[in-house]
């Protein structure tokens, strides 16, 4: 899977740190009964909301690993409309679609 240059140094430059999030990550995932892919399209919308690039690609390639369609993470995006905004939704969109195109090219 994709991970940006700027994580892969965080990752080489603080270990422990990375070691400590990511433990932290799945002590949340493990917690409650959602199936993974819930969880990634929830932490799709969270990400759109945070208005954060990284965050919704990401999720969005988690999505699609954990087996939520194409169709499902649209619909996940045009949720975000009436709560964060038509600019915010353009924006996640156009992110979502960049990572949508490069996984139709892949398979």
Request: aromatic share 8%; hydrophobic share 40%.
């Amino acid at each position: 899977m994709y991970l940006p240059k700027t994580y892969e140094n965080f990752s080489e430059k603080f270990p422990e740190v990375l070691k400590h999030y990511q433990e932290l990550g799945k002590s949340c995932r493990e917690a409650g009964p959602l199936e993974d892919k819930y969880q990634d399209l929830v932490k799709l919308g969270i990400a759109i909301g945070a208005n954060s690039r990284g965050a919704v690609m990401s999720s969005v390639r988690k999505a699609l690993v954990s087996g939520a369609t194409q169709e499902e993470i649209t619909q996940a995006v045009l949720l975000s409309l009436t709560t964060t905004g038509f600019p915010n939704m353009i924006a996640a969109l156009g992110w979502v679609n960049e990572v949508l195109e490069k996984h139709l090219k892949e398979k």
